[in-house]
């Protein structure tokens, strides 16, 4: 094969997902059979391994890897969160990753994250323009946020609301069981900084055996503690029991925030979330038992609750970034764009990158319901859409057996030097 | 057929688990096809609709329902933490109880619970043989915290271990691949007050992909704070991040106790458990970037994460226990002996059930390491044992489609009148 473009670097940025090495798969598959590309370099943790010509080659991969690399979830390369300077201020990093560049013959990129990792691709393709350095630089999309612009949903989503729709079911049976004799308000706490996708999706818990989740609070809307105690306390009349799922952003109108007074015994700076806060304050006010999880790290690598039709669209989105490449484009976002629902029917598309750098997209209104705390059934008719059908791990003694980096080969740079 | 034996009231009591319904679901199959037994009632809220005479009736209940209800975690039913007196101080419930007992013509009682829930059986049957009421009472094993004396393990913790093995990989890949520049340290805070059984399952997590958990703090070894932070800093120096498991009841040697001031800025007593406390400590201590997960009460009714051994045993459980009430037994607690590991050969037997009542197993001290953090590979042998084999709830639009008691029936008063 004539490899005209080189070697085409795919780099992950930003938080994990369970789709994250799906769309990685698609990718090294589609550059294992592209005339235009010679080896799909991916780095160390991101970032980092850009900055320091650390990759791992990919050409040599066989399908059985690709098939394990596709169910395994957070970052097999690693991830960064790095935020590069403006190009037109500050070159000196963007000097040192050229040298790498060219020293690795990179010819084309594709940058996998978020908003802000969006951003960087931006920069990259102004600083290259600046250098007249020959680059095609692609971005892809992923967030389990789900609060990209543009696109209908972000890859990683639809796995982490199926976890989270699962979950607030699973504890609310739990919560409803024991609700007469102990625990009668449960509080599941959830990401979202500003913006209640993930809280949202919970609503897909409700089913003949449960009515919770009973609130949801979004940071979209501020609400007074006042009116939250007087929900459950309703639905605590209602069902005798009470789940709540709030998302870490959420506020309350009479703010509790931390202040430097705010500590542990030990005199450090306390770390709890306003799912703690909220239980301090119902059990305080309501007198009734009230326990709170606070999910965290559980709900980003979800691998074993992972959404089917999130790691397909996840994998074509990959396969889909070297088409752009193999065509000779430049300077693209890949988005989802949904054609109907239940089931989903979605096509990729491309827009300008800087449609999507630093913008995040907030629950639109039409999704929250008018008492601010919860969604409307055209929301869940949207994130049912993303959970569809399971994937099964690979396991070895019944746990999951995910892919290691240990199987990887890292570059040697005498291959790849021009 | 000849019902000598007239109603088996089946009860749960205490805290759910992924497995309780499927003992229920046994227990319901057999008693349909006793001899012995009319109909098999189920109190609403454990102790509660024993009190009330609140009942549902299991006879008519076909085989797709007791599939349904096989593999739906929690208790259908509902359970209770109410704890009755000493019946030779207070015999006031026991005067309700036995009256709802002769209305209701329950001739046999299987109690389905914990170590206080035994007690209470033991109680039942104290009091019906000082007042000459003929029943026999036998007491079922279950709990999450997996700490029964006598019986090998509890039915439920082999699919809450499973759960905290997955959970604890997923994490790990999540904080292993951002740990260049985001989150260096991760917590996840599990249950377990007095016995470390459910934090030393995360070991299974251990594979080619991952090496954590680094530390696993149980409540049968405290520890220094200088000891876990020196624990830390040797693991981040080796691989740049440290996975750290720990039950709600492990305590530091010196003590980070909450007292009345460790209140939040609304003046209410803080409920943050011992993973923010650690987390506290390790973020000022160290400097790195620390979070803590609480997983609560999503790691209890883990029917999308259940061993399929652990709810098999758990059946045969239910199975066995009519058997007791056919064979004409009293006083029998039921337990599982071990006779092989990997794979595990098992046989369910019976003891007295004051052997198991109001005592606490704790994890052996061949299974805890010489260092404290850590457990032995007879433990992974063990625990590796229970997890094997996954349960496929049905769904319905790709979420758990979860047995509700809407589909029960209460039992009417007149029908089961002597």
């Known amino acids: 094969m004539n490899h005209t ?3 085409c ?3 992950h940025s930003g938080g994990v997902s369970a789709a994250l090495n799906a769309t990685a798969a698609g990718a090294i598959k589609a550059a294992q059979r592209s005339e235009s590309i010679h080896d799909m370099l991916v780095p160390e943790y991101g970032l980092h391994g850009i900055l320091n010509g650390e990759f791992y080659s990919t050409k040599d991969l066989d399908q059985a890897a690709l098939d394990q690399m596709y169910c395994t979830p957070s970052s097999i390369f690693g991830t960064s969160r790095f935020k590069l300077p403006d190009p037109r201020v500050d070159q000196e990093p963007y000097i040192q990753i050229l040298e790498v560049f060219k020293t690795y013959n990179i010819r084309s990129l594709l940058y996998h994250g978020g908003g802000d990792s969006q951003d960087t691709t931006n920069k990259f393709s102004q600083f290259f323009k600046m250098v007249d350095y020959p680059i095609q630089c692609i971005g892809l999309p992923k967030t389990i946020d789900n609060d990209l612009m543009v696109t209908d949903h972000c890859p990683g989503y639809g796995s982490t609301a199926k976890y989270i729709a699962t979950s607030t079911l699973e504890a609310a049976l739990d919560t409803k069981a024991m609700s007469r004799s102990s625990t009668k308000v ?3 706490e959830v990401m979202g900084r500003n913006a209640g996708w993930i809280a949202a999706a919970s609503a897909l818990a409700r089913c003949d055996a449960t009515s919770a989740p009973h609130l949801i609070l979004v940071p979209e809307r501020k609400k007074s503690a006042d009116n939250i105690l007087a929900g459950i306390s309703l639905q ?3 069902e005798g029991y009470c789940v709540i799922v709030v998302s870490e952003g959420f506020q309350l109108t009479d703010t509790i ?11 450090h700076k306390r770390l709890g979330g306003i799912g703690l806060e909220l239980a301090n304050l119902i059990q305080s006010s309501l007198k009734v038992k009230t326990r709170s999880a606070n999910a965290d790290y559980l709900q980003r690598a979800v691998g074993h609750c992972a959404s089917a039709i999130d790691l397909d669209i996840a994998y074509h989105i990959g396969q889909r970034a070297v088409q752009c490449i193999n065509d000779g484009l430049y300077d693209k976002m890949l988005i989802v764009k949904h054609l109907g629902y239940l089931p989903l029917k979605w096509k990729i598309e491309t827009c300008p990158i800087d449609w999507v750098a630093n913008h995040e997209k907030h629950l639109p209104d039409f999704f929250i319901s008018d008492n601010g705390h919860d969604i409307t059934p055209a929301f869940c008719e949207y994130a049912l859409s993303l959970v569809q059908g399971e994937v099964k791990p690979m ?4 746990i999951p057996a995910y ?3 240990h199987h990887l080969q890292k570059v040697q740079i005498e291959e790849h030097q021009l």
């Open 5 to 7: 473009n080189g070697n």
């Open 9 to 11: 670097l795919y780099a």
């Open 186 to 188: 449960f509080i599941l």
């Open 236 to 238: 605590l009349d209602k």
């Open 257 to 267: 925030s931390s202040d430097d007074s705010d500590t542990c015994s030990f005199g």
């Open 395 to 398: 396991r070895k003694n019944s």
């Open 403 to 405: 892919f290691s980096k």
